[in-house]
């Protein structure tokens, strides 16, 4: 298990946001809305021992039943998201299952066919996964839009809603999949990452007087039908500030916009932010941290990024490697949790948040 | 047979076997044929020996044993060899980056940049964003000198049309489609 003891769950009135980041691995946050119901957005795994996504093995170490996994969102399908999603999806058998799509589904669905039967890896093959295992219960998925509210009835204390993609998005991605399927057909190609993160699915959360938004990989872009630009322009759903978010694409500079900051968020907000490095190119940049640190003093991220080295091995192997490839750098597991809980019967209380692991508050 | 027994497969099976005995001489090749035999790599590359895939584990058993019969060791084989997939994930002027999953210990993934002069001229036109490759490093034995060994190969499969793909893909989910409508 994660923590190695028995941690202590919420308490039913309690709300919990806990983000998970584990590199390169991929990021996930387990969120309880109330009444021992739990929400999960994406998915990482440790890369020595995946048998058990970090989400579940993290619902293990308090206690909680995958039974009790009312809603699993597939924010989008980069690998950094979806490691494990099968398996959680699998474990949790009354759990609805929340995607964004393109509008045209058979386009939708002939991308995914054609890509996961790639002999890649490709994450595509994950969501093929779920999308069987949704067959096989004789469930349907719940396409993600703008202002869909997906969880939460009545008087329950936690409702979650999309603020992305933009209706504009989808269809946008419909004429994506035709250029991506012209790029990417051929079986030895894997689909990089540039793709989609303008579909990525940020959700609002309503966990009693509080609100919380979960920022995905959505990025601002010129275009102000979708991205950032339009999540600030509709609101159509948003009928408070939040007193947290974590922060999109791993704090990058397209993932900001000063009125994120000023528009959706109240003053001084938890903030959380994963981190993201492949060789020399890393996220966030001091600069961003900067500006982030201007806004809130109240900045955690899951992880310091530290530069990566050689991969341990038999020491022949070692030496050979050095010698053929000394750039070759292993791109290092590490896992840091930060974990928010706040009571959702009381509209002046504030966040309590602890951090697990390799977790940092920025400016400590 | 039995001079051609390596060069019919492929060479990368034949790794880290310290072949001193009989005995182990012995399980090395009744272990290799089984897995080979039973991972369904070998169809028919024994020509007129294998005609069909072999199915049941006594055929495995006896081809192994057939094998071992008339078996000399190779003249160069790899001693240890650590092995990589690839895909490309960037590209520049002088090469490429990639990340490289590894196939021989597993556990975390690696990064590499990777200079086009270390590309054979055949497979330079298969660098692409995205595109796979395997990369091996590896000792070799020959005539018991010991040397090192670095190859790079991108992925080679028959190409297909779009309109190929597209039907593939839909056939692959040809279920999902009929059940989400």
């Given at each position: 298990m994660i923590l190695g003891h028995y941690d202590s769950p919420p308490t039913l009135q309690e709300a919990e946001v806990t983000l998970m980041g584990a590199g390169a691995y991929g990021e996930s946050i387990v969120c309880h809305v109330g009444n021992n119901n739990w929400i999960i957005v994406d998915s990482c795994v440790?890369?020595?021992?995946?048998?058990?996504?970090l989400p579940l093995d993290y619902l293990t170490s308090l206690g909680?039943?995958?039974?009790?996994?009312?809603l699993i969102i597939?924010?989008?399908?980069?690998t950094d998201h979806i490691r494990g999603l099968s398996k959680i999806l699998e474990a949790a058998p009354n759990a609805e299952f929340c995607i964004s799509r393109a509008h045209d589904q058979n386009k939708f669905l002939s991308f995914v066919g054609m890509d996961s039967s790639k002999l890649l890896n490709s994450s595509t093959k994950e969501f093929t996964k779920c999308l069987s295992i949704l067959k096989e219960r004789g469930k349907l998925f719940i396409d993600a839009i703008?202002?869909?509210?997906?969880h939460g009835k009545g008087e329950e204390l936690g409702h979650i809603f999309c603020l992305s993609p933009s209706d504009y998005t989808k269809q946008i991605f419909d004429l994506e999949i035709a250029d991506l399927i012209k790029a990417f057909?051929?079986?030895?190609k894997k689909i990089p990452?540039?793709?989609?993160?303008?579909k990525s699915i940020v959700l609002f959360a309503k966990l009693g007087p509080h609100r919380a938004i979960f920022g995905a990989d959505l990025e601002t872009v010129e275009?102000?039908?979708?991205g950032w630009l339009r999540v600030m322009k509709n609101k159509?759903?948003?009928d408070n500030k939040s007193s947290l978010i974590k922060i999109s694409?791993?704090?990058?500079v397209t993932g900001y916009h000063e009125d994120i900051w000023n528009i959706l968020l109240l003053d001084n907000a938890v903030a959380k932010i994963t981190p993201w490095k492949l060789g020399g190119n890393y996220l966030p940049k001091q600069e961003m941290i900067e500006k982030y640190s201007g806004h809130t003093n109240q900045l955690f991220i899951t992880e310091v990024v530290e530069s990566h080295k050689q991969k341990a091995r038999d020491r022949d192997l070692e030496k050979l490697i050095k010698s053929f490839k000394p750039n070759l750098q292993e791109i290092k597991y590490k896992l840091g949790i930060i974990r928010s809980r706040i009571n959702?019967?009381?509209?002046e209380a504030k966040w309590q948040v602890q951090i697990i692991m390799g977790a940092k508050k920025i400016g400590l | 047979m039995t001079d051609t027994y390596f060069d019919t497969?492929?060479?990368?099976?034949?790794?880290?076997?310290?072949?001193?005995?009989k005995k182990e001489k012995a399980e090395f090749i009744l272990n290799d044929a089984k897995n080979l035999i039973c991972k369904d790599f070998?169809?028919?590359?024994?020509?007129d020996i294998v005609e069909e895939p072999f199915r049941a584990k006594k055929e495995a058993n006896d081809f192994a044993k057939k094998l071992f019969n008339n078996f000399r060791m190779p003249s160069t084989y790899y001693t240890k060899t650590q092995k990589w997939l690839g895909h490309v994930v960037a590209i520049n002027e002088e090469g490429f980056s990639a990340v490289l999953k590894d196939?021989?210990?597993?556990g975390t993934d690696e990064y590499g940049e990777f200079s086009?002069?270390?590309?054979t001229e055949d497979d330079?036109?298969?660098?692409?964003?995205?595109a796979a490759f395997y990369m091996s490093l590896g000792f070799i034995s020959d005539k018991g000198t010991r040397k090192k060994e670095e190859e790079i190969r991108f992925q080679r499969l028959a190409d297909y049309n779009e309109d190929e793909i597209i039907n593939n893909g839909l056939d692959m989910t040809s279920g999902f489609i009929n059940y989400f409508k």
């Open positions: 440790n890369p020595n021992d995946s048998k058990v996504p909680v039943s995958p039974l009790n996994i009312s597939c924010t989008h399908w980069h703008e202002d869909r509210k997906i057909y051929h079986p030895t990452y540039s793709s989609p993160n303008s275009n102000e039908h979708e159509i759903t948003i694409h791993h704090g990058s959702m019967n009381d509209a | 497969f492929p060479i990368e099976t034949v790794e880290t076997v310290p072949l001193n005995g070998v169809t028919e590359p024994f020509g196939l021989s210990g597993g086009f002069k270390e590309i330079l036109d298969l660098i692409s964003l995205g």
